[in-house]
């Protein structure tokens, strides 16, 4: 599903409940699982006391929420991703993806990002990333992240074939959720 916050507002949010404690504790242990880095973040991101909520919203979305800031997203039973907001405060927690800068408007808009700019003399990627991987996209030139997304391809394949969508955008400077980062119902 590309850009799977296009048009995302608090209108798609489906069920907003106490999340049990049982189901808080595993999905944290499953995000500590899938971000080792932000070994002792954790209190700080969704701090001890913190109102920890799994919400669900149409197509298969469930958003992670600590105060009502929603920190992740993950559609079914996929991997969890960072809101942009979140990886911005935390870079390390994802693998790096650079494009260049001609490629910034496309991602912008909500477009997958293709080989050829992330082959680009300007880009880099981090070494060894598979396919399924949530990685952080950048441009060239800027410092901060400006997209989530899905590897299609691993880095090896991107630079062997070198043509056709690399990169799943599923979030993205701009987008809905990017626009809608609080539950503020």
């Known amino acids: 599903s590309n850009a799977m916050f296009k048009k995302f507002s608090m209108e798609v949010v489906q069920s907003q409940n106490k999340t049990k404690s049982s ?16 070994e002792g973040a954790w209190d700080d991101i969704m701090p001890p006391k913190s109102d920890f909520m799994a919400v ?6 469930t958003l992670i929420t600590a105060d009502k800031q929603i920190l ?9 991703s960072p809101c942009l907001r979140l990886l911005q405060q935390y870079p390390q ?28 003399p300007d880009a880099c990627m981090d070494e060894d990333v598979g396919v399924g991987q949530i990685v952080g996209i950048y441009v060239h030139g800027k410092e901060h992240p400006c997209g989530v997304g899905m590897m ?34």
């Open 23 to 38: 189901v808080q504790r595993a999905i944290r242990q499953k995000l500590e699982e899938q971000f080792p880095t932000l």
């Open 56 to 61: 669900k919203c149409q197509n298969h979305i």
């Open 72 to 80: 992740f997203f993950q559609e079914r039973d996929g991997p969890y």
């Open 93 to 120: 927690m994802l693998p790096k993806m650079q494009c260049d800068i001609g490629a910034c408007k496309f991602i912008i808009g909500g477009s997958n990002i293709m080989c050829p700019g992330l082959t680009h």
């Open 152 to 185: 299609k391809m691993s880095t090896d394949a991107i630079r062997k074939v070198n043509k056709g969508h690399g990169i799943e955008n599923l979030h993205y400077l701009g987008d809905g959720l990017w626009h809608n980062h609080t539950l503020d119902m």
